[in-house]
């Protein structure tokens, strides 16, 4: 199986699927027309990227590409949508790089908190303001405030509460009850949080439904002189609300992802919200970038295509369907012989029933098995006898209903 690796990766990973038998490509630079391009010609069955973007022009141009890997938590910067009206799955390393984020997270905070890098700036200039820098509120019982509740939102909150820290917290899938296991405070809405805290920690994932998130209304409800931290996406936040708000209320603000980033390692960037007036850290959009952290994803994404090339199933994979309403599952018990599935398959092809999941499980023995067949739609009885009746090697067949 071929695998085109379009990025930076461990070289123990692409030692690993070397070893593995696969026929490892791998090219950091490659990119836009350049993907396109690799992706045609080499004809790979996998990519793995990590911030590389991955647009529909690559899954035109690559006829064998059958699954993406992303090496980190996002996948907003693959186009989801282009691949999976081609059947090709796209899926990412969760969790991996939460400690990373967070030890990031709280890098900043404490930047902020202590005004690091004037510091630094004015010592290297010959300037001594201890006057100045001596004035710092400190984190103890403060009020951390966190939009997001996965691995690394708790990540977070497990490093704020090793400093004496309250948290408040929202989340779509929080619960009061969860919230008082965890020792937070739960909130009904982001404007909420804002509402409670001293410092707003943003880590949504990037998704239609977070675009713009933290906007003027979240932000109207922080405290003057409160910090903002964004180390999750760049879409989740309106930066020009951000900018008005460190202007009218001066809030400090720590942030590792912007607009319109570039898509190469290196080079010229201005982002708007660096240039507004006041204390304003950013940092390159490095959150995962940790040796232990890389290490964690690569070892994920070898992980996901070993498995994928041993079972065909998918890891992670972030573009299956939800169970739909409606449907019924058939379940068909037969002697492991030639045959019997294509009978069934015909049967609900000439009902014009749509298969939509299937699988095939073999028996200890390799004398039977029983396969499981959900289609769109009930059939009838009739077509449940054609089944049954119809091959001689069908013993049994059963219909659940949804509900």
């Known amino acids: 199986m071929k695998v085109l690796?379009?990025?930076?990766?461990?070289?123990?990973?692409?030692g690993s699927l070397k070893e593995a038998g696969f026929d490892v490509t791998c090219d950091p630079q490659l990119q836009d027309d350049g993907l396109r391009d690799a992706a045609r010609e080499f004809g790979p069955e996998v990519l793995i990227v990590r911030s590389t973007k991955v647009q529909s022009s690559v899954f035109e141009a690559a006829d064998r590409l059958a699954l993406v890997v992303r090496a980190g938590a996002g996948y907003n910067t693959i186009d989801v949508g282009a691949a999976s009206d081609r059947a090709i799955f796209v899926a990412n390393c969760p969790g991996k790089n939460a400690v990373a984020v967070a030890e990031l997270t709280f890098a900043l905070i404490l930047s902020l908190d202590r005004r690091i890098v004037e510091n630094v700036v004015d010592l290297r200039n010959g300037q001594w303001n201890k006057k100045e820098y001596g004035k710092a509120r400190g984190l103890k019982g403060r009020?951390?405030?966190?939009?997001?509740?996965?691995?690394?939102?708790?990540?977070?909150?497990?490093?704020?509460?090793?400093?004496?820290?309250?948290v408040a917290a929202w989340s779509r899938s929080l619960t009061p009850e969860q919230?008082?296991?965890l020792g937070i405070e739960y909130c009904e809405s982001p404007e909420a949080v804002a509402g409670v805290c001293d410092i707003l920690s943003v880590h949504v994932a990037a998704t239609p439904e977070t675009k713009g998130l933290v906007g003027g209304s979240v932000l109207g409800k922080l405290k003057p002189g409160s910090f903002v931290i964004n180390t999750a996406r760049a879409d989740v936040m309106d930066y020009d609300a951000l900018k008005k708000a460190v202007r009218d209320k001066g809030l400090r603000v720590g942030v590792d992802v912007f607009p319109n980033e570039p898509g190469s390692g290196a080079g010229e960037f201005a982002p708007d919200i660096m240039k507004a007036d006041g204390v304003i850290y950013g940092s390159h959009h490095i959150g995962a970038s940790t040796d232990q952290s890389q290490d964690a994803i690569a070892s994920e994404a070898v992980r996901i295509v070993k498995h994928f090339d041993a079972t065909g199933r998918v890891l992670n994979c972030v573009n299956l369907r939800a169970s739909a309403e409606g449907g019924c599952n058939l379940t068909v018990r037969h002697v492991n012989a030639p045959g019997v599935l294509a009978h069934t398959l015909s049967e609900l092809r000439l009902a014009g029933l749509n298969v939509e999941e299937m699988d095939n499980v073999i028996t200890s023995s390799a004398k039977a098995a029983c396969a499981h067949i959900r289609v769109d739609s009930e059939p009838s009885q009739d077509v449940l006898k054609r089944i049954f009746e119809g091959h001689e090697h069908v013993l049994a067949v059963d219909l659940k209903r949804p509900g």
């Open 5 to 14: 690796i379009a990025d930076k990766f461990q070289e123990w990973g692409i």
């Open 143 to 166: 009020t951390l405030g966190i939009l997001g509740m996965g691995m690394i939102g708790q990540a977070v909150i497990a490093r704020a509460m090793a400093l004496e820290m309250n």
């Open 179 to 181: 919230a008082e296991a």
